[in-house]
């Protein structure tokens, strides 16, 4: 119990790291300050020595701390060291990073080898397969918040090879991206001078932290082979229809000289460098991955995943069951306005209905006298983005003069644009019930349009308020043949109707849309597509040559041809000039004796746009599968043998976009046979950011940044990854402070002095039975907290046993000490072997078997209860479970306080609840 309490405690204080607090807080981490003083944690007092603390005393708090006793809670936290003799971090990280890297340790095993007599043999253990989210390699290198998923996917990964896994943890780089070119245009270097620049260096700080990755399987989505592969995967995309061109509707920004997302513009302008953001039609690629939204939906069942991001996803592809009705165009009998409601027992109380500015109709049903407002209109909302249109909260609109007609009523209802309609999304129009939606009732207000309403409460004594809409199930009025069903029974009804006079019908619509694939920049995977060339009647190709300036010539976009699969690699054409001028066709239009090419006395042009970021990104996992395979991405064995990733820990930034992307590629690969895994990640974790000692997320322009370099120079590697995992939950938002890194040094320095110590003892010097138990109680909930990543916890209850361990002083027993070696080994490595290393052992410990707890010694024999004399508690004692009433009378009363309160009193009555309370009535 004692034990226990102890680590609670320690957990509670390693857990207490958000800001600001509020009084109650504070006074929280006080009142566990003082607990830990009781329990000799921060003194180093021994175990027996600890008074008892009723675990009523620790109650659950809130994640939260203010950053003076965030310190001082940490500072007392970590035990102080046994002597003065430091831990040389520098001198043993450098040691045994150069043998890690000398006898490739961390190599990966083979899963099946093949025998003399050519059998295959296929590896006995399990697999594990851990995987981080591909790193960017960006210019400022990593600061202290990027090791924090790093150090998680480390201490899991040496955990599941010391309990017999074999595993898979590979790094590399998402190294093509907007940056690196960026950086390019405005120094004239190279964006591949750059990137190979940038891992460079995050590659010496990952290997400065001693994480266990197996280098051989290194890839970089810029290396040659690996883009081969990119294009590869587009050409299968491709050939399943699931990749083709169509004129999308866009966000160009002719100073990035590239298509940016809804989310990259904030009122009109580039969230990078505010840059001027126009929309426009443009050819672009788009892959179909509406085409697997159901698939998508559905694979989410089974995977283990963080609930908020398996919602994230469910929202994101949106499925809705629901009608399409078709309103006929009065004046223009061959037109019509499609649209998809979920509501369609409101169909009755449609006043107007709504198009997109851009919606192709609006020309058309825009009468001559409305004309200039509406041209107006949407020149004026061309340069919002989709994104910023439907988060303005002001709603406007112009009428266009046209009228459409009911389908059930025939009337005509007055036809309007507004941009909080989306052309990109559903049909691009809405048929309008203010009655019955509260955007459409806004709309309706401030524009006096006419309001009807034909849904009604379904309770007699629920009065319908005009002052709001009313969007609650009900049951019809107003709706002729509908009038008095239900809303249910009113939709499937109306819905049988339209489908009757063939007017709409039962509909399944996706928030989803196909993936714009096109980019319009220098740096990314040229697109594996080309091109006819067609010169005017009577021209030959012989005869002309399309990279001449003046040369009358027409690239048939209509009719795309794939690169053969022998060709690729695609790759660039160098360049001196990475600006994109004010050409959609980006940059690579430019590189005029790359775009264009003869075959078969037939003149081409290639493709000139480039992939997106997300490309490569999108089937890293399986790469690193096979790294230096050239005949194909991978191999169906080491598919077979690893796949699916056991563990993928990132960013929750990635809920959505990276996520889906990588799924649909990956069922793509699934449905062509390539993969026997319907899904990728089976496990997915996301670790909490880590915020600047401002509170503030970490960013240069905020000067809170904190360069791990410096970290380590001063504490060492193993200080930077412990503190990581004590700062609280992996999952939490946490606030860094560098002082506090001091804390888990002294701890550091603790354990490697009594190891020290452990190393003089021979067997001779004997675990006692307190020793014993606080020994299999640590290896018990270490081993359970790693297995649920409650790696702060975990620390917690290593720090524990260490002060006890040290209150022995030089009677530390020797396999208590190599037991406590191999617990820290997984979150210190390098503090781990060095103290393996000094303990008597050659070999090193990354492989050595785990530790293993006896049960029945985590199992306290006794138990303390209180004492009350007449109900008012007088005193605390320590029995027996099994104790009968007379044990525990026998042992109260030699409790003095107890005695004394008894002292010339008969006793009356005796009230005994075992492993509860002892009541004496005297």
Not at 28 to 37: E, G
Not at 96 to 112: G, I, L, S, V
Not at 228 to 235: D, E, G, N, P
Request: charged share 25%; net charge negative.
């Amino acid at each position: 119990m004692k034990f226990l309490l102890a680590t609670i405690m320690i957990a509670q204080l390693a857990s207490a790291f958000r800001a600001p607090a509020t009084t109650s807080t504070r006074r929280f981490i006080q009142s566990q300050n003082n607990t830990a003083a009781a329990f000799g944690v921060l003194n180093g007092e021994s175990l027996t020595q600890q008074k008892y603390l009723h675990p009523g005393s620790l109650r659950q708090q809130p994640f939260l701390t203010t950053r003076r006793h965030m310190s001082d809670t940490l500072e007392e936290a970590a035990p102080t060291a046994a002597s003065s003799t430091g831990y040389p971090f520098a001198s043993v990280e450098s040691k045994w990073q150069a043998y890690w890297k000398e006898n490739n340790t961390f190599k990966t095993p083979e899963r099946r080898t093949t025998n003399e007599d050519g059998t295959v043999s296929k590896s006995k253990n399990k697999k594990k397969y851990v995987l981080d989210m591909f790193p960017y390699p960006s210019g400022a290198g990593l600061h202290v918040g990027h090791p924090e998923g790093y150090t998680a996917s480390d201490v899991m990964s040496r955990y599941w090879r010391m309990t017999s896994h074999d595993v898979l943890h590979p790094i590399g780089w998402d190294s093509f991206g907007l940056p690196a070119e960026q950086f390019a245009i405005q120094t004239g270097t190279h964006p591949e001078v750059e990137t190979k620049k940038n891992i460079a260096n995050f590659k010496r700080q990952l290997q400065m932290l001693g994480f266990s990755y197996d280098w051989e399987k290194e890839v970089a989505t810029t290396d040659v082979d690996y883009v081969k592969w990119t294009q590869w995967i587009f050409l299968q995309l491709y050939k399943k229809g699931l990749a083709s061109q169509s004129e999308v509707s866009v966000n160009w920004c002719p100073a990035l000289g590239t298509v940016l997302s809804n989310e990259e513009v904030i009122n009109g302008l580039s969230e990078r460098g505010d840059h001027p953001v126009t929309r426009l039609p443009l050819r672009q690629w788009v892959l179909k991955i509406t085409e697997y939204a159901d698939r998508l939906e559905q694979g989410l069942e089974g995977l283990d995943w963080p609930s908020g991001t398996m919602t994230a996803q469910e929202q994101w592809i949106g499925k809705s069951e629901g009608t399409e009705i078709e309103f006929k165009v009065d004046g223009l009998d061959d037109e019509k306005v499609t649209v998809f409601t979920t509501r369609a027992d409101t169909l009755f109380g449609v006043t107007y209905v709504t198009l997109a500015p851009e919606h192709p109709l609006v020309s058309s049903v825009t009468t001559s006298g409305q004309k200039e407002e509406v041209d107006a209109y949407v020149a004026a909302t061309s340069s919002r983005s989709d994104l910023d249109r439907t988060s303005s909260k002001e709603k406007t609109g112009v009428f266009t003069g046209g009228y459409a007609i009911h389908p059930l009523t025939n009337e005509k209802v007055p036809i309007w644009i507004g941009d909080y309609v989306l052309g990109s999304y559903g049909t691009g129009a809405v048929m309008a019930v203010p009655a019955h939606d509260e955007r459409d009732f806004e709309f309706a207000s401030k524009f006096g349009l006419e309001v009807k309403w034909v849904v009604e409460p379904t309770k007699m004594d629920e009065e319908l308020s005009t002052e709001e809409a009313f969007t609650q199930a009900g049951v019809n009025v107003n709706s002729g043949e509908f009038d008095g069903m239900k809303t249910q029974k009113a939709k499937k009804a109306i819905t049988e109707k339209l489908a009757e006079i063939s007017a709409g019908g039962p509909k399944i619509t996706y928030k989803l849309r196909d993936w714009v694939f096109s980019r319009q920049r220098y740096w990314g995977e040229p697109i594996p597509i080309y091109f006819p060339v067609d010169f005017p009647e009577g021209v030959e190709d012989s005869a002309v040559d399309p990279k001449v300036d003046g040369c009358e010539h027409t690239i048939r976009f209509d009719k795309p041809i794939p690169v053969d699969e022998a060709d690729l690699p695609l790759t660039l054409p160098e360049m001196e000039d990475f600006s994109p001028g004010d050409d959609p066709a980006g940059c690579l239009a430019r590189a005029k004796d790359w775009r264009y090419f003869q075959k078969d006395g037939k003149w081409f042009a290639r493709e000139t746009n480039t992939m997106p970021q997300w490309a490569g990104s999108c089937w890293y996992y399986f790469r690193f599968l096979d790294p230096k395979n050239g005949e194909s991405a991978f191999s169906p064995e080491l598919d077979e043998d690893w796949m699916p990733v056991d563990l993928y820990v990132g960013g929750a930034e990635h809920a959505v976009l990276h996520l889906l992307y990588a799924r649909f590629w990956h069922q793509v690969l699934y449905d062509l046979g390539y993969t026997k895994h319907p899904e990728p990640f089976q496990k997915l974790v996301h670790q909490g950011m880590i915020l600047g000692s401002d509170g503030e997320k970490m960013s240069k322009s905020r000067g809170n940044v904190v360069n791990p370099d410096d970290v380590v120079e001063v504490h060492g590697a193993d200080a930077l990854r412990l503190y990581e995992m004590f700062m609280g939950p992996l999952e939490a938002v946490k606030p860094w402070q560098t002082s506090q890194v001091s804390g888990v040094v002294r701890f550091q320095n603790k354990l490697f002095n009594l190891v020290q110590e452990a190393a003089k003892n021979d067997s001779s010097v004997e675990m006692d039975e307190e020793t014993t138990k606080i020994l299999h109680k640590t290896m018990k909930k270490v081993t359970e907290d790693i297995e649920s990543m409650s790696f702060n916890t975990a620390i917690s209850a290593m720090m524990v046993l260490t002060n006890h361990l040290t209150s022995l002083k030089d009677r530390v027993p020797r396999e208590a000490a190599e037991k406590l070696t191999l617990m820290v080994s997984p979150f210190a490595p390098h503090l781990g072997e060095e103290c393996w290393s000094i303990l008597g052992h050659d070999d090193t410990l990354a492989y050595h078997p785990w530790v293993e707890h006896d049960e029945a010694l985590c199992v306290d024999n006794t138990f303390k209860m209180g004492v009350q004399v007449n109900g008012k508690t007088r005193g605390e004692i320590e029995i027996p479970k099994d104790a009968d009433q007379e044990g525990a009378m026998a042992e109260a009363m030699k409790v003095q306080s107890v005695s004394n309160q008894l002292d010339g009193k008969d006793v009356k009555k005796i009230i005994y609840v075992p492993g509860r309370i002892l009541n004496i009535v005297a």
